[in-house]
């Protein structure tokens, strides 16, 4: 049986073993955390931090949340709106005059973050290297057509999102978003959570791990059933890619966030308390409720699947958040004030993974104990 660290509220037991029976099912390194109200109930972590299996998972281990890291550039968005500098309903061309070329003078700070911009993709398609030069990166999508008429579709803007929010955040502030997160959010909060990671944090990052029978070869592809080609899938984006120093040197908003399951829940908890966490206020109670307005509901051109977004985030019953690439994920309740966070090394085929599933549910039989 897989030995585990950290700790948990008795309620809660349930979650941790259900970490023990997933490190037991073939799992390489993981952590678990659950937060109510902005305090941790569970934080756990197991397993071992290299493909190897020499290095045991630290509770100071983190490791490529791949799109969870999504969450922290729309977060920095809606701050940014809720203190007056940056508003939802305007043109992302007020912000960045260069955008509205080839038609997306149209195209909304709200359609960005609910991925009905109707740029999934950059069109030509570009490679992965491209990625790391944001001049570039942004240039290209700021001179290109909407694919579809803004506000009228959705399609899961993979990798072009965080581009898109970053630019703003830029054009608004004068800072990367990985800057603003780091002296806004993470500075402030004491959250282990990086947008760009420094090369003095290396030495902690427990490398991605391919599925079973694959290699550091395997390709990103969207994570629907009856998913389209991906974008990420014609940039031949690898694991290797994801492994390499240029990665974590670089920002990549919506793929190349560094963090554990416990700094995942830490930040994301703002969002689940109405803005206030641990007596540090990042938004108003009403930016928060900002976030839950449905911007989409329907089948996501890019996914192949029905689904609903808000501003940045999944929508799923009553909850909202969204999973990375290979198995991490976030989902938060804000009626119940939790935010429930798995962060994994170990990736899995999409159609074969149930881990997050595994731990919210059990997350849940705990919040029913508290209620009690």
């Known amino acids: 049986m897989a030995e585990i660290q950290g700790s948990y509220d ?11 029976g997933i490190l037991d099912g073939g799992e390489t ?22 493909a190897q299996r020499t290095a045991p998972w630290q ?29 939802l309903d305007a043109p992302v061309a007020r912000y960045w005059p260069e955008f509205a070329a080839a038609g997306k003078e149209r195209v909304l700070v709200r359609h960005v973050l609910g991925h009905t911009a109707g740029l999934p993709d950059w069109d030509p398609s570009i490679e992965v290297e491209d990625f790391y030069d944001w001049e570039h990166a942004t240039s290209l999508l700021a001179a290109q057509a909407p694919r579809w008429e803004p506000g009228t579709a959705a399609g899961y803007h993979s990798i072009t999102q965080g581009f898109l929010v970053g630019e703003v955040v830029r054009r608004v502030t004068g800072r990367t978003v990985g800057d603003y997160f780091a002296a806004e959010v993470a500075g402030p909060l004491g959250a282990d959570f990086y947008l760009k990671l420094p090369s003095e944090q290396d030495s902690r990052v427990s490398p991605t791990v391919p599925p079973a029978g694959q290699t550091e070869e395997f390709v ?3 994570p629907g059933r009856n998913a389209q080609r991906a974008p990420t899938d014609r940039a ?10 240029a990665w974590r040197r670089s920002q990549i908003p919506a793929a190349s966030g560094y ?21 540090v206020r990042l938004l108003s109670p009403e930016g928060c409720a900002r976030a839950w307005e449905e911007q989409f509901r329907g089948e ?10 808000s501003m940045g985030y999944g929508v799923f019953g009553n909850n909202y958040g969204w999973g990375g690439w290979g198995g991490s994920m976030l989902i938060l309740e804000p009626e119940s004030h939790m935010a429930v966070a798995y962060v994994t090394n170990q990736m899995r085929e999409p159609a074969n993974d149930t881990r997050g599933l595994e731990i919210i549910t059990t997350a849940y039989e705990g919040l029913q104990g508290l209620r009690a």
């Open 10 to 20: 008795d309620l809660f037991a349930a979650v941790p073993n259900a970490l023990v």
């Open 29 to 50: 390194g993981a952590s678990v955390a659950v937060f109510v109200n902005g305090r941790p109930v569970v934080d756990v972590w197991g397993g071992y931090a290299d």
């Open 59 to 87: 509770r100071d281990t983190i490791t490529n949340v791949w799109s969870v890291s999504k969450l922290m550039g729309v977060l920095c968005t809606l701050m940014l709106a809720d203190r007056g500098e940056l508003d």
């Open 220 to 222: 990103a592809t969207a």
């Open 236 to 245: 031949g984006l690898t694991i290797r890619h994801g492994n390499s120093t």
């Open 259 to 279: 963090g554990n399951a416990r700094s995942v829940a830490l930040v994301q908890s703002v969002m689940a308390c109405g803005g206030m966490v641990q007596g």
């Open 300 to 309: 996501d051109r890019i996914i192949g699947m029905s689904m609903r977004y």
